[in-house]
Each structure stands twice: as structure tokens, then as C-alpha cells.
């Protein structure tokens, strides 16, 4: 084998660039500026199971050697633009995860996120819907609650059942993990969800689940008239987990408290806290408007458009050639 | 022995699960969106043969296992084991009848077979893909019958029953399909 040489074909490569450019046209035809953010921060996220890469900065201001962060996604500084009255906006960039490969992920790869002003979760489900309909070529999406997909393909009410509910279904389904127990109640619904609905969902047409549980809300508003929900999304497409939107919480203060509770969760598990982006809740406290936003993953979609077994069929360089 | 973490899981590496040797056959990194990451494994028990699937929480850590694959040549069998050896040293090592299994029947003296080794004894061993036997008892063909109807059994030296077509007769040396169990053709002379 060859480590200097590409794992893509060239066909792969035209593939990728024509999808930039349709994704771009799209926009561009519906008046949402592009605009480019830094990848380096001194903030990061706070989520359990989401790890930054990190790296030094030897010449900062204080003249002391400064840790900064590889973004995970460039959430933070387009909401900083947002809140500066940016309007509706998008990104196309890299986003950096220290997390294993596999065949949908490497820990570098391309991302694509757009806010819409004045949208909520359900317009910004349509106009995903759209650019999917656009780039793929596909029918128009089937939309399911996640409690009524746990109560269609479980036959459990994921915002009332309780731990034994949980460990029995996974039993039944036959998922066998060395000590069960010991996962959080939301690592066993992501479990059950990832081995028994996805591959039930989304085969002809991608799928949109909304309404998760409040506690996987992350930046997610909740629902005002039920708040064991919160107003975020995902759409699963022939085993794929595509994309992730959230109505835009912005309350600074709530939203300090919940990078704060993370940080506690990090600490219980023997985890380091994080640094919270001061920049990004300063932003939230001079005012966020009312918006949606949508992180989608640019490599997977090419992989379904271009029907690819592996990721590495559509990245020049995976990390293993890195 | 090494322990593994779950990002050097890929299909070949050999671990230990519930006290016995297994082999990986595929292994996905699984992250939902937001969640806990996991790797979904398939897993071949190596004594048992029993296949299944095990999920372990990403970067968990598990023993390996001491296996090795090693060529050698069936000598004889005394009853109770089935004697091997290594055609390059002489080392002669003996399989015990849970470790030879379904496949003595294919055992042929000096046909190199695969016997795995787990902490230096054998646990399983696999004949080579194809062998020749002969024939000691089989119907005579039906006359006319070209229609290749199924064939008919045919028993070979081992015990081994195998359909063969009906123009082969008995004492005739045939090669087998040890994977299938089916006759491939008659034996070149």
C-alpha cells in the first residue's frame, strides 16, 4: 500500500467540488451571506462526550503561552456574528473532534452551518428537507417526533419510561454491553436508538426526528408548551446521522448554566472541566434574534451521493494518511 | 498479556471474552450525534465457533489473546488425538478430538492443515480448502441417467459422505470442497 497516495478517485473529487458549488448556489439564490470564522479558540465545548484537539499559542498578548482550542463546530463565533446583526448566514469549514475513526467519522472533517433569522426548528427542517432535495435528488423527508419513534419501533414513551424500562428493551433487543447499568439514561436511549430505530428509518427518504428529550437538549431552546422536550433535530438518511438543528436558545444566563452543569457531568466522570467561550455568553447577553441553526456533515452527504461504503472513499487524505 | 483499547479493535485481532479466545470479525465505531461513543463488535468464539455481537463502551480496555495460526501436516491418529507436524522443525503437536471436531473427516496424511493455537495448544483445526479421497462404497450408476439428477452418496476413507455424480464409481479418488462439503471432481491422475 501506498500511504503517500489519495483514497478518493478523481470521479470522487469532481463529485465533491459540484457539491460545494450546489450548495453554495443554494444559499446564494435564498440571500444567506457565507462568511468564514476562525478555527482556533480560546473557549471550547463543554459536552461529556465531545473532545476538542488542543494546541499552544506562544506569542499571545499576555505574553504568557495561551491554550487554544480546534473548533468542533464553528457554532460560537456565527453566533457571535449573529448577535452583531449579521443576518441569516452560513459556513462551509473544517471541524476537528478527537474521537476514533470509523465509517462515517474522521476526526477532521467538513462541515456545513447556516442560521436562519426568524426561523424556527420547523421552517429550518423544510429548507434542510430542500437542500437535501437539491443536492440528492431526494423525495421529500418523513418527519416523527422521537417519542412517537420510540413508541412506533420500541413500544416505549422515552420521555416517562424509567432506567429498568430502558435496561429490558435493550435486553429484549439483544444488545449485549458489559454493565448495563452503569450507562447514563440517555447514553441508553442513544443506544437503542442508534442499533434499533436508525436502521428502521430514513431507507427511501431521509427522516427528521425532533422534540429529543430535554436532557440532550445542548443548544437547543425547550419547548414552551412541554418542557420534557427540546427544539432540536436530527435526520438520519440510509445510516446516516446527517444533521443536528436546534430553535436557538438564547438565553445567556440558561445557557451558562447548562455549559456549567457539563462541566460538573466532565468532572464526575473523571474528566477535566472545560474552558466556557466568555465571548460567545457575552454575545448572548448582548441579544441573539430569534433563529434556527443546522450543523450538516458535507462528507456524509457526499458519501450518499456518491453511494460510498467509507468515508475515506470521499476524503483525499483520512487521518490515517494524515 | 496485552491489553487492547477499542480503537485497535479491526477485524483479526484476538481478544479474550468470558474466559475464552475470540477473533474479531468487524468492529464499528458507533457516536450518536450528541452521545456516548461505542464500538459495535461481531465476534467469533473460538472454541465454541459461536458467533455474536458485543457493544463496548469506546476506549474501554481488553485483554488480548494468545492465538496463533500454524501451518502443519497431518501424521495419524491413535484413537484419542490427531498427531501434527511442522514440516520445517519435525515439532510434532497433538490436537485433542474437541479441537479437530467435524473435520476429521477431511483429515489426509500429510495434508497441511491450520491448527490454531491458544496459549500453545491447539483449538481448532482447518483441513485445507481442498482434498482427495477415495471412494470405498457407492451405488453403481443408474443407466441413462444423464440428467445429473443430484447424484448419489458416496462414503470415502474417512467416514465422510459426500453426493457425487452417478457415473462415479467406488475406488475412485475424488476432491472435496472441505468449506461445502461438495464434490468438486474427479481426482487428476
Known sequence: ?322 | MAYYSTNEFKGGLKIMLDGEPCNILENEYVKPGKGQAFNRVKIRKLISGKVLEKTFRSGESVEGADVMDTELAYLYTDGEFYHFMNNDTFEQIAADEKAVGENKKWLVENDVCTITLWNGSPITVTPPNFVELEITETDPGLKGDTAGTGGKPATLTTGAVVRVPLFVQTGEVIRVDTRSGEYVSRAQK
Not at chain 1, 484537539?53 to 487554544?68: A, E, I, R, V, W
Not at chain 1, 420521555?159 to 424500562?165: M, S
Not at chain 1, 458519501?303 to 487524505?317: G, W
Request: glycine share 4%.
Open chain 1, 1 to 322: 500500500m501506498q500511504f503517500w497516495q489519495p483514497t478518493t478517485t478523481h470521479q470522487a473529487r469532481i463529485a465533491r467540488a459540484a457539491l460545494l458549488r450546489t450548495i453554495r448556489e443554494f444559499f446564494y439564490t435564498r440571500n444567506v451571506l457565507e462568511v468564514d470564522t476562525p478555527l482556533l479558540s480560546k473557549g471550547t465545548v463543554t459536552d461529556e462526550h465531545l473532545e476538542a484537539f488542543d494546541t499552544c499559542f506562544n506569542y499571545d498578548q499576555s505574553g504568557k503561552p495561551t491554550k487554544l482550542y480546534l473548533q468542533t463546530s464553528p457554532e460560537y463565533a456565527m453566533k457571535r456574528l449573529l448577535c452583531a446583526d449579521s443576518g441569516s448566514i452560513y459556513q462551509i469549514c473544517k471541524a476537528f473532534r478527537h474521537e476514533s475513526e470509523g465509517r462515517w467519522h474522521n476526526p477532521e472533517f467538513t462541515m456545513l452551518e447556516w442560521y436562519r433569522v426568524g426561523f424556527d426548528h420547523v421552517a429550518l427542517m423544510d429548507e434542510v428537507d430542500a437542500l437535501l432535495q437539491e443536492t440528492l435528488g431526494t423525495e421529500p423527508s418523513d418527519k416523527m417526533s422521537y417519542q412517537q419513534a420510540f413508541q412506533t419501533y420500541l413500544n416505549i414513551d422515552p420521555l416517562c419510561a424509567n432506567d429498568e424500562e430502558l435496561l429490558e428493551a435493550m435486553e429484549q433487543q439483544g444488545i449485549d454491553i458489559h454493565e448495563p447499568e452503569t450507562l447514563s439514561f440517555d447514553s441508553k436511549l442513544q443506544l437503542l436508538f442508534s442499533y434499533i430505530i436508525e436502521p428502521q428509518i430514513g431507507s427511501n427518504t431521509p427522516c427528521f426526528i425532533y422534540d429529543f428529550p430535554a436532557t440532550q437538549a445542548a443548544l437547543a431552546r425547550l419547548n414552551s408548551d412541554d418542557p420534557r422536550v427540546a427544539e432540536r433535530f436530527e435526520v438520519y438518511f440510509k445510516g446516516a446521522e446527517l444533521a443536528n438543528g436546534f430553535n436557538e436558545l438564547n438565553a445567556a444566563n440558561e445557557q451558562r448554566k447548562r455549559f456549567e452543569n457539563d462541566n460538573e457531568k466532565r468532572r464526575a466522570s473523571g474528566l477535566s472541566s472545560k474552558p466556557i467561550d466568555e465571548n460567545f455568553l457575552n454575545a448572548l447577553e448582548a441579544g441573539l434574534p430569534l433563529c434556527s441553526g443546522v450543523a450538516l456533515g458535507v462528507d456524509r452527504l457526499l458519501m450518499l451521493k456518491t453511494e460510498a461504503k467509507h468515508i475515506s472513499d470521499v476524503i483525499n487524505f483520512p487521518v490515517s494518511r494524515a
